[in-house]
C-alpha cells in the first residue's frame, strides 16, 4: 500500500528500542570490570580505532566507562519511574475513588511537590537518604509522581461518571469488581504510557543529581560522574571526555521516549491516523 | 470585583499554606540526613585534631544538638519576622546572599523566560498550525532532541565549542576575576551572562514549543476552524486571527509553569559555567549542608513558582472572556 | 435555467485503521447524485451516521487529510475543482454549521462575522444582517458562550446571509430547538432560496425537511436511495421502500417503527444496503442496484413501489 502504515511503524519501532536498550544494559553489566582497569601508558588518548571514545587521564577505555554508565542509568531509570508510577498510581485512584479530604490532601502534596523546582527536591530527598545509590533512586522516585497521580485521577474520575460505571454500581456490582472489570483496562494503557514516559525524566534526573555531587559515588562510572570529572579537562582540549559519553545518554534518553512515543499511539485509538 | 478580590484572597492563603509546607518538607528532609555536617565541612583529619572543646563548639554553630522541631520552629518564628538566618558556609545572613545570588540568577532567568516564552510560542504554532508537514517535523525534531538532552551537558557542549574551541567566551565567572563590582559594565554582564543564558533558553523553547505544538494541533481541529475554512478564511487568517487567540490562554499557563523549569536548569548550568547564582549557592549549601541558605533557597524558589501560578491564574481572569463576563454578572 | 449544482456519482472514503496493524479503506459516501436549481430548496435527509455532512464538507473541499472524494461536482456550469471550491468558499458556496461550536469560543460575534475586516461598510452589513433575524445591534458585542441556542443558530445563518452566496449548505441546522424555533430558522433558509440561491438542507428530520423543501434526496448507509419531490411524500408516490418507511415512521403516519439497525460504514456490501431490513427484500437485492429514473423521481431498487420496473 502507498500509505505509510503507521501501526507497524510502531510496533517495529518499539521492539528495536527495547532491542537495544536491553543490548546496552547487558553490554555495560558485562564491560563494569574493564571500565575500571587503569593503565598510564595509554593515557589521554583522543578516540582512535582502538578506543573509540579515547581514553581519560588514567588511561581507562571510555567506551566501556560510558557503556557501564549507561547501563546503570537504564537501570536506575527503571527501577525509579516503575516506583513514582506505582506511587502515581496509588495516590491518583485514592484521591479519585475516596475523595473528600483524601482527595484534598493528595491534591494539597501534588501542588506542593511541583511546587519546589524540581531538581531541587531531588537533592533535598537525595540529602535525606544520604546521597549515593539510595538516595538518588529515592530523589527520582519520590519527586516523579504528581504529573502522573494527576492525569490518573483525571482518568478514573471521568471513568466513574460514565454510564456502564454508573449502571453497574446501581446493579449492586461490588466496588472491587468495577475496579477490576470496567476501570482496570482502561486505566492499563494510561498507566503503561506514563511508566514508560517517567524513564527519560528519571535518567536525565539522575545524571543531572549524579552531575551535581548529589547523586552516585565518584567512584562508579555513572554518566553524571563521568561528566563532572571531565570538567576539569575540557579547558585543555578533551572533549571527547563530554561529547561521547554524553551523546551516548542522549541516544538512550531518545529511546526511551521514541518507545513512550509509540506505546501512546498504539494504545490509543485517537491517534491511529496519524 | 468582589468575587475576583474573594478569588484572589483564597489563592493567597493556599499559596502561604503551600509554603509553609515546603518549608517544613525541605526542613524535615535536610534534618532527616544522615550526612554529618562537621564531617563533611571540616572534616575527619582536622576533627581529630581538635580539643572536645572545639568541637562542641562547631557543633553548636552547625546546630547538631539543637531537637529539629525546636530549631524548625525557631526557624519559622524568625522568618515570619523577616529574618532567615545566617547562612553557615557564606558567614552573612541568608537574604544577603539570596538576594545577591538571585540578583545574578535574574539575568540569566528573565533572558531564558522571554526568549523561551517568544520564541517557543512562535515555533510551537508554527508547527502546530503545520502538523505533518515539512517545518512541523523539523521543530518537533528540535524539541525532541532537546528534551531528551541533559542541560549540563548542553552547558558543556557550548562551553567546549565557544569557549574552548572558539575562544568566543570566557570560561565562567558572572564579572571578570578580580574586578570589583563597581568597575563590572553591563557589557562585561552580557559578555558573561551569555552562554549560560543561550543554554537555558535552547531548554526552554523546545519545552515551551512542544506543549505549545500539541495545543494548537488540537485548536486547529476544532469545528470553529473548519468553519473558518469553510467561509473562506486562509490558513495565515486562521492561524492569525483564531490560532493565536485560543492558544493564548494555555500559553499563558504555559509560560508561567516553565518558571519552575528554567530556575531547574539555572542549578545545572550555573555549575557548569560556575556562574554565581541562585542556583549555584543551592549546590554548595546542599553539599555543604548549610541548613539555613538551602531552607531559604527552596522557599524563595517555591514562593516564585507558586507566584507564578498565582499571576496565571489572576491573567486567565482577565483573559478569558467566560471568567471575566462570568464573575461580572455575578 | 443552468443547475447551480450538480453531484454526479460522488464517492467519499476515509484511510483507517482495522484491527491490529492492518490499513483499510472505508467507505462513507457512495455513488450519490443531486442537482439543485436556482430558488429550490433541496433536503438530503437520513438519520445520523449516514454521511451526510461529509456531503458538505466534500463540496467545499474541508475534507480531512485521509479521505478520498471521487465523483464530479459541477458549481454554475463549470466543475468544481478543489482550487475553485477554494476560491468560492465563504463567499459564493457558505456553509451554515450545525451549533455554537463552529463560532471561535473568544472572539465576540460582530467580528467573527465581518471574518476580520474592520471598514465601515462591514460594519453596516454585520448590523444588518443581525437585524435581519432579529438580533440586535448588542449582540456584536457578546461572545459565543452567551448565546442561546436560537440565537447561536441565527448568527450563524446571519454569517451566511452577510456574503451574497450562489448556494447555501446549512448542516443540521435544527437540533436543539423547539419546534417554533425551528420552523423560524427553516423559514430563513427558504427566503435565502427565494432570493435566486440554491439551498442544500442537510436533515435527520423528514419532517422538517418537507415543510420547506422542493426535493428531497433520502440517505441511507452513505447512499442516496431516492430522489423525489416533496409532492411525492404526502401523494403516496414514494418509489423505495426506505423512503416509504421513514415516511411511515413520523407520528402523523402511523408512527410505525422500522426494525433492525442502519449498517455501518464498511459493512455494507455491493447491493442495496437497505436489502437486510426490506419487507419486499429478495436475493437478488445483494448484486448490483443502478441508481435510475422512475416516474420523474430517481431511486435505487431494482423493485420500486409504483413502478413499472
Redesign the interface.
Known sequence: MRHWNGRKNALLLLAVAALVLCAVAVAGGLLSGQAMVTDFSRKNLAPCGQFLFGTDWMGRDMLSRTLTGLSLSIRIGLLTAAVSAVIALVLGVASAVFGGWVDAIIS?CI??V???????LV???S?????GFVGVVAGVALSHWPSLARVIRGEVLQLRGAVYVRTAEKLGVSRLTIARRHMLPHLLPQFLTGLVLQF?HAI?HE??VT????GLSPEQPAIGVI?SE??SY??T?K?WL??FP?LS??LI??LF?AMGEQLRKLLDPASVH? | MKHRLLFTGKKLIRMA??LL??SL??F???S????DPLQTNVGQAALGTMSQEQIAKLEDYWGVNTPPVERYLGWLGDFVRGDMGTSLLYRQPVSQVIGQRLQNSLWLMAFAWVISGVLGLTLGVLAGANR?RLVDKIIRGYC??I???????LA??L??IFS??LGLFP?GLSVPIGADAASVTLADRLYHAFLPALTLSITGVANIAMHTREKMGDIME???V????????SVR?IVL??GL??V??PAITLQFASI??I??GS??VE??FSYPGLGQA??NA??GSDLPL?LG??VV??AI??GGNLIADLLYGVV???IR?GAARK | MEPILQVQNLSISFTQYGRGARQVLLPVLRDLSLTIEPGQVVAVVGSSGSGKSLLA?GI?N?LP?NSHMAGEITFLGRPLTPKRA??????EI??V?QGV???????KVGPQIR??RRDQAARQVSRAVLERYGLGADTEEC?P??LSGGMARRVLIA?AAAETPRLVIADEPTPGLDARAAKRVLGHFRELADGGAGVLLITHDLELALSIAHRVAVFYAGETVEEADAADFTAGRLRHPYTKALWNALPQNGFVPILGAQPGPGEVGEGCPFAPRCPKGRPECLGPVPYREVDGGRVRCLYPEGGTA
Do not use: C
Open positions: 494539597w501542588d506542593l511541583m511546587g519546589i523546582p524540581h531538581i531541587l537533592m533535598l530527598i540529602l535525606a537518604f544520604g546521597k527519560p536525565l545524571a543531572s552531575f551535581l555531587g548529589f561528566l571531565s570538567m575540557l579547558t582540549g572533549w563530554a561529547v554524553g545518554l542522549v534518553v531518545i521516549a496519524a | 499554606l503551600l509546607g515546603v518538607a525541605a524535615l528532609l535536610m532527616a540526613s544522615p550526612l505533518g525532541w532532541i528534551s531528551s538532552t541533559p542541560a549540563f551537558w558543556l557542549l562551553l567546549v574552548v574551541w570560561i476544532n469545528d470553529y473548519l468553519f473558518a475554512r469553510a467561509r473562506g478564511e487568517s486571527r483564531h487567540r485560543n493564548a490562554l519552575s523549569e530556575f531547574g542549578v545545572l555549575q557548569v543551592a549546590v546542599g553539599l538551602l533557597i527552596t524558589s517555591a513558582v507558586f478569558d472572556p467566560k463576563r | 464538507h467545499l474541508i487529510y477554494e476560491q468560492v468558499r465563504g463567499r457558505v456553509l454549521p461550536t463552529y463560532l471561535d469560543p473568544l472572539m471574518k476580520g461572545y458562550f452567551e454569517t
